[in-house]
Structure formats: structure tokens, C-alpha cells
């Protein structure tokens, strides 16, 4: 394992918990972690299910947040660039009034992660609707929807470095 090892998921942590990460990713237990800490699946695969997810933890925590009229699964989401999940608000006029359409749209690749970090993302994604910019009332009704929002962030990241590296390594074997 090279010293130099680009953690693109993790910038921004502390060096002493990115060197614990690298110790992990050298002794080849970083995704056994994150799985034995994060087993739970989901059975959430079809935009269906998504949107009466989604709707269900907005109501629970966000009643009067304005309704969606989207929440949908999408491939062209680059998870490289920290689009996990969007949240857009399209406006028309309507005769005098202006309406909005209020859409979410998260990652296919959330399809197949634990139950947890689906979970995380769908919070995230509805604090938008309330909090447009990620400072401390956004975190804060983050936490109000999941306490344990910044443990799930930082293992998710963990997560898709996991899943990174496994693909890299199955590359690699490859050529």
C-alpha cells in the first residue's frame, strides 16, 4: 500500500483518524468495519418505495416542510464530484401564483447500500428543504432526524472508499 494513499472521501479528517482509515485499508479490514458496524439492508429499490420513504420520514420529522412531487433513484449522479443526493425546487407561474416542484434525487448506488446510510442521505436531502446551505441549523436538523448523523456521514464515506478500492483492486486484476 502506497503511503501517499488519496482518500478523496475523508478530506478534511483529522490525520491521526486518516492514519487509524490507512491502517484498516492495509490490513484489508476497512469494508469487514464497516459492514459488521452497518449489516442492515433495505428492501428500497424501486422509485416507488423511495418516494413513500422518503415521504414517510418527512412526515415523522419535517411536517410542514412543503410537499415533493419527485424523489427518484438516478445513475447520473457522480459520486466523486459529493453529488450523493440533489434537492431542486422547479418554479412556474400559475395564473398569479408561483408554484414550486420540489424534487429529490438520490444516487443509484444507494440501491444497494445498508439500510443506514440511505437513511442518512434521504435526511440529508430533506434538511434542503428547510436549510439551503450546510452550516449549524442544517446539521442541527440533521441531528434532529438522526442523532447519530455525523457517525453515519463519516461511515459512509468510509464505506464508498471501501467500495473504491474494491473496484480499483478488481481493475487492477483485470489488466
Given at each position: 500500500?502506497?503511503?501517499?494513499?488519496?482518500?478523496?472521501?475523508?478530506?478534511?479528517?483529522?490525520?491521526?483518524?486518516?492514519?487509524?482509515?490507512?491502517?484498516?485499508?492495509?490490513?484489508?479490514?476497512?469494508?469487514?468495519?464497516?459492514?459488521k458496524r452497518h449489516s442492515e439492508t433495505h428492501e428500497v429499490?424501486?422509485?416507488?418505495?423511495?418516494?413513500?420513504?422518503?415521504?414517510?420520514?418527512?412526515?415523522?420529522?419535517?411536517?410542514?416542510?412543503?410537499?415533493?412531487?419527485?424523489?427518484?433513484?438516478?445513475a447520473k449522479l457522480h459520486i466523486v464530484k459529493n453529488a450523493?443526493?440533489?434537492?431542486?425546487?422547479?418554479?412556474?407561474?400559475?395564473?398569479?401564483?408561483?408554484?414550486?416542484?420540489?424534487?429529490?434525487?438520490?444516487?443509484?448506488?444507494?440501491?444497494?447500500?445498508?439500510?443506514?446510510?440511505?437513511?442518512?442521505?434521504?435526511?440529508?436531502?430533506?434538511?434542503?428543504?428547510?436549510?439551503?446551505?450546510?452550516?449549524?441549523?442544517?446539521?442541527?436538523?440533521?441531528?434532529?432526524?438522526?442523532?447519530?448523523?455525523?457517525?453515519?456521514?463519516?461511515?459512509?464515506?468510509?464505506?464508498?472508499?471501501?467500495r473504491e478500492l474494491v473496484a480499483s483492486t478488481d481493475v487492477?486484476?483485470?489488466?
Open positions: 500500500m502506497s503511503a501517499e494513499l488519496r482518500l478523496p472521501y475523508l478530506q478534511g479528517y483529522a490525520p491521526e483518524l486518516l492514519a487509524q482509515v490507512r491502517g484498516l485499508i492495509a490490513s484489508g479490514r476497512l469494508a469487514q468495519t464497516v459492514a429499490r424501486t422509485e416507488r418505495a423511495l418516494y413513500d420513504y422518503v415521504n414517510e420520514l418527512k412526515s415523522r420529522h419535517m411536517r410542514s416542510a412543503p410537499p415533493l412531487s419527485k424523489v427518484a433513484y438516478d450523493l443526493g440533489t434537492h431542486s425546487a422547479v418554479s412556474r407561474v400559475q395564473g398569479s401564483k408561483l408554484k414550486a416542484k420540489r424534487e429529490i434525487r438520490i444516487a443509484s448506488v444507494f440501491k444497494e447500500a445498508p439500510a443506514d446510510f440511505l437513511r442518512m442521505i434521504v435526511v440529508h436531502e430533506l434538511a434542503h428543504l428547510k436549510e439551503r446551505d450546510h452550516d449549524k441549523a442544517f446539521y442541527a436538523l440533521c441531528q434532529h432526524m438522526a442523532p447519530d448523523y455525523h457517525q453515519l456521514e463519516f461511515d459512509l464515506r468510509l464505506w464508498l472508499t471501501a487492477t486484476n483485470v489488466t
